[in-house]
Structures are given as structure tokens and as C-alpha cells.
DNA sequence: CGTTAGTTTGACCTGTATCAAAGCAGGTGG
DNA sequence: CCACCTGCTTTGATACAGGTCAAACTAACG
């Protein structure tokens, strides 16, 4: 019905704006920030990092030199793969994102793009907002802060999805939250958002098998929930999406 | 088969030893300490504060003056509840872990004790930390930072419990996890441990129903991978526990 | 065009949930 | 000391969500 369509939404990625756009945009949601300090942010960040589709990020082999990382463009996902091929995706990585070194790089796990990526160093932000605790940095500081605890608030939210949600459940529930992301990033209009994974990597993060995954997806598509179109992913119907999350 | 002994195996928690002992244990095993870095640790650790079993663990009404605070003894788990009554224990904490702030106080989530426990504030600890790099208390960092290190990976590695394993590889796995994380503070020996959950909470905790886990439990019985006894659990064979958590 | 990666479909199987009831142990109060 | 609760575990019967296997279909791409 939709036919490989999902995988040709990456965007060009290319684009005028500075390549730190989507974080500073995320950034000022979580706290209101002036113009002096988002130009700020833009200073500390260190320069871009290119990666292809289905590339590893690693970032130094010791895990002394693991810095943070934002994603700038792209889809990334940190990843445990089994002995016997299963695989988890544990988190999805979108514009905007922190990489921090506690996320990655334990034992078995490692963190792989799904479409082309872009990183930039985040370490000079970071020892920016530790030295700096002048009163005018302060939202910056609050803004890392809450940041980071998003990303936090979202692995545990990942427990009780495959702890406790059924697979529909599950599944209008991811996109409910990757909608909100992207919209926090300038990167989702109201309705609409792209969605660079196929189904098996979807499968991979809800925790199903491909099949199932493809019949949910059509079953949200019977119900109006979803639409596919273009390469992006629509959701006509957010309020009702967001009912489907729930028993 | 072992009818309710489980929930009898709380030791009686109050001990000789300082009340910061188990957290001591495995503050060691993540880095060498010296006897004095240990006892300036101690210095650090807050008052103790008691629980009862079933309480709520809730630390001041604001996000603000949330502090870290370790568990001293007891076990607790931080749970969510949807609204028609599911459950999930994301996570169970046992004596000698951390509950840092950014872990709790998510919306929809409480941390509950399970036993009587007993807190500690740690930030005293973690200020200390902060301020005194001294070569000489590098050791104390370096633990901390790995104890931190752990409870995230033991995050993700629930994320791929629940996501990939089946309800045996769970249990197993569970138990194994349980059985390292007491040795490190030397809660347990080689092949016994305290394991004061119902088979409500194991449920809770592995995202399946209690009826499963009983039948899970029997199956692990029957193969002699484990055995209850005396309000414990013995461990007879853990490379072979070890085993049943891969396929 | 053939190849390849992704999606879709159907048939079938199984792990796990659900429901209901019974068994067991410990605590409580008469 | 017994009888009764109450909370926990165990058992059996049954239902269903979701997995597995295999094959067809589609679209993109060189």
C-alpha cells in the first residue's frame, strides 16, 4: 500500500541555516533563549561531522575520549545486537539530539545512522555551561539540563512501551512522540513529519517482528490514523492517535 | 512448591556496621579505595532515613531540591502506572544504589519501597566530588562515575530484555543481574542471595503476567537452575543459569 | 531488464495472557 | 488453640496476540 515509500523521506539535509538549527531550535524550547545566547551555543559547538547511511559513529577507541555529540541532520539509533542476530533498537537518534557517553559505547551496544548524519562536538558546549554560571547563561544551562532529562524521560518511557503497551499501543505511541520531537526542531509541520525507517527497523525499536509491525501500520492506516504520502509520514488525526496510545 | 516463602527474606536490616557499609562494598568493586577515601566518604554520606515496606520514597514536592540519595538498605523499584492499572518496574534498587534525581520525578513514575529500606542523602558526596579533584580522590570519582555508568547500562539492557528476550532468557537473566549486584556489596555468596519480591513484582518488572512467571519459575525449578529455600534464593548452577539467558 | 531492498499476503504455530478456582502459610482475634 | 482472613502461590482451561515461514509483489537503481 505504501511500498517502500518510507525510506525516501530523508530530507536533502543540505540547507543555509547554520547546521546546528534543529538543536538551538529544541533548545529554545525547553527555555525561552535570547538571540546573544543561542549565538552563544553556535560558538562552542565544534565542527561537523559527515556520516553516510548505515555508517557506525564511534567516536575514539578509548573510552576516555568519548565526548558528546549532537545530532545535526539524519537518524541515528543506538543499537544491541544479539549473538544470535536479534536486535534492539534502544533509542532513536533525530536532529536535535544529544549523544551523551553513558548512552553509548557499554558493551554490546553500538550507535549506527540510518540515513546520512551529521554530528557536531558538543564537549565545548558542554565546558562552556560548566564553567559559566553567570546569571545570564543561566537558561542555557537550564535548557542542557532539561534536555538531557528528556532524553532520560524517554528510555524509561521505552521500558513500560515494551514492558506493559501492546504492539498498537506501541506503535501510535512512537509516533505520537517522534511528531513531538521533530515539531520541537522546526522539522514536523502540524500534521505531518518525515520518517526515514523502514519497517524492520521499526520492528526493531517496538520490539515485534516485521510482519506484525506492517499489519498494526495497516490497521492504523484503515482507521485513519496514519497516511503515508510523499515519503513522509501524516497524522490526521493527532488527538485520536494520542487516544490509541492508551487501552 | 515454595508457597509464599519468598517474601520473608528481608534481613532484619539493622546492623553493626555503618549504614553506608553495602554502598562502601560496591563503591570498592568499581574502583580500589583506601581506607581513608572510604571513610571520607562516610563523612560525606547525610542521616539516615527510614521507610516502611510499600511507602513511597518522594523527596521534597519540587523538581528543585531533589537530591541523590543512595539506597543504605532495603530493596525499592521505581515504577510507572498507567492510568487503568497496568504496572512497570522499570527498575529495582537494591542496597548500595544510587537514585539520582534525573532517575525519578518523571511524571507517572514514583520510586516505592518493597521493604523496609533505608536512604542516605548522597549530596554531600556528590558536591565533594565536585569540588575536590585532588589527585588523590580520583580513585572516588572514577567509582562513582562507573557506579553511574552501571545503573544506565542496566537501563538499556532492560530495554532489551523486554524488547528481545523471551519470558525464560527474562527471568534468567533478571536472576543472574540480581545475584552479581549483591555480591558486589556482599548482600550475597556465591550461590545465594535474598530475593524478597512477590512473583507480582518479578511480573512487574519482566512485563509479564504473574501466572507466566510462576510457570517461568517452575520451568527453572524443574531444571535445578534454581531453588528457594529459607526465604532465599539458591543459584546452584550459574554458569548454567548464565546460559538459559541466551538462546 | 535483472537485481535488490523493502513491503505485503496467507497459513500456521506458539508464547503468553486471561479467567477462575483452589491450595498454603502467617497473622489476628475470639 | 482454633477459625478465619488475607496475601501469595499454584493449577487448569481457554483465548489471543504476536511470531514464524514462505512466497508474491513493488519500486528503485544500476
Known amino acids: 500500500m505504501f511500498h517502500k ?23 529554545t524550547s525547553y ?20 556520516y553516510p547511511a548505515d555508517a557506525e559513529i564511534s567516536r575514539g577507541e578509548n573510552v576516555g575520549d568519548h565526548r558528546p ?8 539509533a543506538v543499537t ?18 544529544i549523544l551523551e557517553p553513558l548512552l553509548d559505547r557499554q ?8 540515513t546520512a548524519v551529521t554530528t557536531v562536538d558538543a564537549s565545548g558546549l558542554v565546558g562552556m555551561l560548566r564553567d559559566r554560571l553567570a546569571s545570564d547563561m543561566r537558561p542555557l544551562a537550564e535548557a542542557w ?21 501492546s504492539a498498537y499501543e506501541r506503535t501510535a505511541e512512537l509516533m505520537v512522540d517522534l511528531h513531538a520531537r ?12 518525515p520518517l526515514p525507517l523502514t519497517q524492520e527497523m ?6 515485534l517482528s516485521v510482519v506484525h509491525v506492517n499489519r498494526i501500520l495497516q490497521q492504523l492506516r484503515r482507521e485513519g490514523l496514519i497516511v503515508f504520502r510523499a515519503g513522509r509520514i501524516v497524522l490526521p488525526d493527532l488527538p485520536k492517535l494520542a487516544q490509541a496510545t492508551r487501552r
Chains 1, 2 share one sequence.
Request: with cysteine; proline share 4%.
Open 5 to 27: 515509500a518510507m525510506t525516501v523521506s530523508s530530507l536533502p539535509e543540505s540547507r543555509a541555516a547554520g547546521r546546528s538549527a534543529p538543536f538551538e531550535a529544541a533548545m
Open 31 to 50: 527555555a525561552p533563549l535570547s538571540l546573544e545566547q543561542l549565538a552563544l551555543v553556535r560558538e562552542c559547538l565544534g565542527a561537523p561531522h559527515a
Open 69 to 76: 555529540v549532537l545530532i545535526a541532520s539524519g537518524w541515528a
Open 80 to 97: 544491541a545486537t544479539l549473538e544470535d542476530g536479534r536486535r534492539q533498537i534502544i533509542s532513536l537518534l533525530i536532529a536535535g539530539d
Open 107 to 114: 558493551p554490546g551496544l553500538s550507535v549506527t545512522t540510518l
Open 145 to 165: 539540563a532539561r534536555m538531557r532529562q528528556a532524553v532520560q524521560a524517554r528510555l524509561l518511557r521505552q521500558i513500560v512501551r515494551l514492558g506493559r503497551l
Open 182 to 193: 521533530q515539531r520541537r526542531c522546526g522539522l514536523a509541520d502540524e500534521h505531518g513529519m
Open 202 to 207: 521499526l520492528a526493531d525499536h517496538l520490539g
